[in-house]
């Protein structure tokens, strides 16, 4: 069965500053990446996911991630937050349709 | 495009009593839904996979008697959660893939707050 871990629970900047929040899966195989961002009372929303082809792949709002295979990792990295980004971060993994979620990171950013 | 609505968006009933919450693919046709829980400051639990036209499959652990999952068209899957129990109280989402698409996306509904008194 795959998993997902991601390493930070919750993670406080200050505007500006530059994030990186960890992900690493447990699958052997062909599999679809995704991070998910959901705002205080809101739904999840797709940031970004890579399928295939370049590994460093950008989503909305500034937000980028780099796949590197051989680590298993998907890591989702900001180089300037903004208070907005304010947010629980969620990293999946996708095969044959499936997905399955880490835990999830809780960002606060402090103005 | 894809967006997947999910009615209601809050329900509380009383112990005992039957729910159902209705997940929509309004511009998509979807094969697969999926449904999962959400409990507070955790992440999505994979309950069930809705299947078109046929039973849903659930992960280990989901009572498919206590978590009834209709699949009746390419837009539309239920839940029923039946004889509610506070326990169940929950945060509840749905997401659907676009079939014509692939498959590899899914989109999620905005979710549907149960409380059991």
């Known amino acids: 069965a795959q998993s997902v871990s991601q390493h930070n629970h919750h993670v406080i900047l200050s505007e500006a500053a530059s994030l990186e929040l960890g992900c690493n899966y447990s699958?052997?195989?062909?599999?679809?990446l995704f991070w998910y961002v959901q705002y205080p009372g809101q739904h999840l929303q797709l940031l970004l996911k890579?399928?295939?082809?370049?590994?460093l792949v950008k989503g909305i709002k500034g937000f980028e991630a780099e796949f590197i295979k051989s680590k298993f990792s998907f890591n989702l990295r900001k180089p300037s937050v903004q208070w907005s980004d304010t947010a629980e971060y969620f990293c999946?993994?996708?095969?044959?349709?499936?997905?399955?979620f880490g835990d999830g990171t809780t960002l606060t950013v402090k103005p | 495009g894809a967006v997947v609505s999910q009615h209601p968006s809050r329900v509380i009933c009383k112990s005992g009593t039957s729910v159902k919450i209705e997940c929509r693919s309004l511009d998509f046709q979807a094969t697969t839904m999926f449904w999962y829980r959400q409990f507070p400051k955790q992440s999505l639990m994979l309950m069930a996979t809705?299947?078109?036209?046929?039973?849903?499959?659930?992960e280990q652990g989901v009572e498919k008697d206590k978590f009834l999952i209709n699949h009746a068209s390419l837009t539309l899957s239920t839940l029923t959660v039946t004889s509610a129990h506070p326990e169940d109280s929950s945060f509840y989402i749905c997401?659907?893939?676009?079939?014509?698409?692939?498959?590899?996306?899914?989109?999620f509904g905005p979710g549907t707050r149960l409380t059991v008194t």
């Open positions: 699958y052997g195989g062909t599999v679809n």
């Open positions: 809705s299947n078109e036209g046929s039973k849903a499959t659930y």
């Open positions: 999946a993994v996708n095969h044959a349709g499936k997905s399955t």
């Open positions: 890579y399928f295939s082809g370049d590994p």
């Open positions: 997401s659907a893939s676009d079939t014509l698409a692939g498959g590899h996306e899914q989109y």
